[in-house]
Every structure is written in C-alpha cells, then in structure tokens.
C-alpha cells in the first residue's frame, strides 16, 4: 500500500441486532431507526460514511429487517447505493461481514455500528489506516472503565492486545476500548469461519496469533460518544441532538425560529408557525392558516419536521420531535 494513497472504500452498516436493553419500544421499531433529532441512528452512520465519499454501503437486516429497507429504500436520496443482505438467522458481527463479502471482497472497507453516535471524522481514519499499512484499524477511546473491553496498543499504535487474551511482554503503554468502526482490507475476509462469528474472538485474535505485532493499528478518537444503549443514555443522547440542532439552525437563521426544517427553541421574539410546513415562508403555494403564539406553545429546544400540521392550542416541548404528517 503506497503511503497516502487513497483509494475507494467500501462501508457495511451493522442493523441487524435486536436493539432488548430498549425494549419495549423496539419490539416494533428497529434499533436503527430510533430517532435522534432530525435523523434515525442509521441515517447519521449513512451520512458519516459519505461524508467520507463512501457511496457504495451494505447494511445487514434480521430484527425487522423489512421495515429498515422500507425506511432507507435504495439509497438514491442519500446519493448512495445500497445493498441489503438479509439474516434469517442472525450471524453476529463477523458473520455479517463473511455474508457479505461478495459485496466487501471488491474494495477496501469500513464497518459502523449503526448504534454509535459520535462526531467521528471517518476521512481522517481512512487516512490513517492508509498512512499505517495494516491489515485493519480500530477506532478506540482511551479506556475509562471496561464496559466495551480492553485492548491494549504500544507506542507505535498497534493493537497487542484484546481483553487479556494474549500474553504480549512488550512495550503497551495505552489501554482503550472499541468505538463501534473498524476499517479492513478484503483479505480479511478469508479468516471467518462458517456460520456465527464476532469480530474480536474470530477475526481481531487469529489475526494478532497469526500475523503479529503490526497487523492492526489503533485510531485514537476523543470526541463525543454515545451508544444508545440503554434508556437512560438514549435520552441524554437526544437532548444533545437537539440542543445541536437549535444552536446550528440560530447560527444559520438568525431571528427566525424554528427555521426549516424544524429546529426551535420556543416563540420568544413572536415567531409563527404555519400548519403545512412549519415555518414562515410557505412555498407551496396553499393557504395555510398561520397558527400565532397565542394558539401554539414551544418550550425548545424540539425538533419538528417541514411537513407536521398544528391545530390551535398546541403546546410542544421541550426535547420533542416531532416527525412526518
């Protein structure tokens, strides 16, 4: 691999699981299409992945897998491709990859979970990965307590360690855990076994006993991380989602609020809302009632789509969202 090569990647979202520390909410709404804002959690693992220029994306489906390809259709309006590849029985996170890999074995790629929420700039860790000349990269968080394991990398960035399961004797002075992206080359892909794997036990260790030292590097991420996984983290994930979204939409439209498409923190300088599109300036060329503060109240911050419809003595917030219709 030349140094700083770039070349094309492919991306591989993990959907498949069955999202029970959510429970009940997704016994009828898959763990990917959870909303967060403005966006589902599948939508900003998409929109992560072209951000880098990866437009051609598989996503691996077994809990209420049809209601995700319904949802995401064929990618055109995300200006991708994707490819589904559907789990009768679910395969675990390296058996998604193995089942896929007609799809992978072309090109380079990267795997997301589509449950981690980050601000993680996936150009710069292709770039790395590039640079480093391993088999894969990980991305990881210095270690703070052992809730996504740990692994133990030296000072040359290099994993030497998973969970304790090696006895390595050399210099590793940084301990981490797993950020839910990981970047491989195809070659890769010959190492799964049949069947059900992981990615730790049936692909990160039998690389480090095969391969050694130098077979796969670790990306350092410190940014903001979330995995949603539990009711307690989802909820403190949208609250920051949506105080986001009203800070990006008052820098972007400065007096008018809720701006499209649907960020606001309340009628505090006499704002409207108009019923059809839920902001002023209706450009669709019906007429819309325009609800005044006397009939609507907003206690922000709240997301609310361009096509939601108000009646009269309405009050929303805060940390709402309010979706299509």
Known sequence: MSQGAKRNYRGIILAAGFGTRLLPLTRLIPKPLVPLGR?????????RLTGAGIHEIAINLHHLGQRIQHFLGSGERYG????YFEEPKILGTGGALANAGGFLMEAPFIVLNSDAVCDLDLGKVLTAHELAGGCGTLVLRAQEGERYGRLR??????????????DHDGDATVSGHFMGAQVWEPEVLELF????????????????????????KAYFYEGYFSDVGTWPRLLETHRRQLRIGVS???????????????YGNGFSHGQCLRQADGAPGNETGRQEEVLSRDEIEIAGPVWIDSTARFSGGVAIG??????AG
């Open 153 to 166: 990398v030296d000072r040359e960035s290099n994993v030497v360690d998973i969970l304790g399961w090696l």
């Open 39 to 47: 966006q589902t959690l599948v939508e900003m693992a998409i929109e």
């Open 318 to 323: 805060p940390f709402v969202t309010i979706s």
């Open 80 to 83: 991708c491709e994707f490819h």
């Open 193 to 216: 076994p049949r069947g059900y794997s992981e990615t730790p036990k049936d692909l990160w260790l039998p690389l480090l006993k095969g391969r050694g030292v130098g077979a796969i």
């Open 248 to 262: 990006m939409a008052k820098a972007s439209v400065a007096g008018s609020a809720p701006p499209h498409p649907g």
